[in-house]
T-cell receptor, first 115, second 113 residues
Framework: ETGVTQTPRHLVMGMTNKKSLKCEQH?????MYWYKQSAKKPLELMFV???????ENNSVPSRFSPECPNSSHLFLHLHTLQPEDSALYLC??????????????FGDGTRLSIL | KNQVEQSPQSLIILEGKNCTLQ??????????LRWYKQDTGRGPVSLTI?????NTKSNGRYTATLDADTKQSSLHITASQLSDSASYIC????????????FGAGTTVTVRA
């Protein structure tokens, strides 16, 4: 149990579908993150939220739309994705995004496949 | 070019043997360097963290070293076990940006009986 729960664990969708990824953290943290992990590549930071305010949007295409309704929940809304968007999407949380000594706690990810 | 390079990309070792993973980075100045372990189908979990002034840090059979002069870190696994089979990721936190960590692509370790 990592304290960060992601659903669904696996998702297959067509390029014209709309779906959402969900992340919930039970650690009382104030910052939440979305990362993309492709095979044999470093994790790519997509979005950062601090106290429900987006503080980082790392040049992510508009077909990815994040939402953070409160400090415990984070969503990633997906629409008209491309095959190259197939990857593992990881959610993470930390006590404070500026806390240099605090680790980010990761969920187990959603494996996304675009047909 | 990625600021954190890891080698080898993958390795296979026999149970009970030792191995060492390498991490070279160009991030400067940096706040700290952390090693994560990522089991198959799971998210990364922090193993060790070192500041620029620390040379070594241990966590059980895992020992990380850091040479800030040469910008190199290593992760040594002693007496490997089957449960050590995972990807090991080196992560450097720059001093200048609190959000953007620099990640290596990871080294995949397979321990065989």
């Amino acid at each position: 149990e990592t304290g960060v729960t992601q659903t669904p664990r696996h998702l297959v969708m067509g390029m014209t579908n709309k779906k959402s990824l969900k992340c919930e953290q039970h650690l009382g943290h104030n910052a939440m993150y979305w990362y993309k992990q492709s095979a044999k590549k470093p994790l790519e930071l997509m979005f950062v939220y601090s106290l429900e305010e987006r503080v980082e949007n790392n040049s992510v295409p508009s077909r990815f739309s994040p939402e953070c309704p409160n400090s415990s929940h984070l969503f990633l809304h997906l629409h008209t994705l491309q095959p190259e968007d197939s990857a593992l999407y990881l959610c993470a949380s930390s006590q404070d995004p500026t806390g240099r000594w605090q680790p980010q706690h990761f969920g187990d990810g959603t494996r996304l496949s675009i047909l | 070019k990625n600021q954190v390079e890891q080698s080898p990309q993958s390795l296979i070792i026999l149970e009970g043997k030792n191995c060492t993973l390498q991490c070279n980075y160009t991030v400067s100045p940096f706040s700290n360097l952390r090693w994560y372990k990522q089991d198959t189908g799971r998210g990364p979990v922090s193993l060790t963290i070192m500041t620029f002034s620390e040379n070594t840090k241990s966590n059980g059979r895992y020992t990380a070293t850091l040479d800030a002069d040469t910008k190199q870190s290593s992760l040594h696994i002693t007496a490997s076990q089957l449960s050590d089979s995972a990807s090991y990721i080196c992560v450097v936190r720059p001093l200048s940006n609190d959000y953007k960590l620099s990640f290596g692509a990871g080294t995949t370790v397979t321990v065989r009986a």
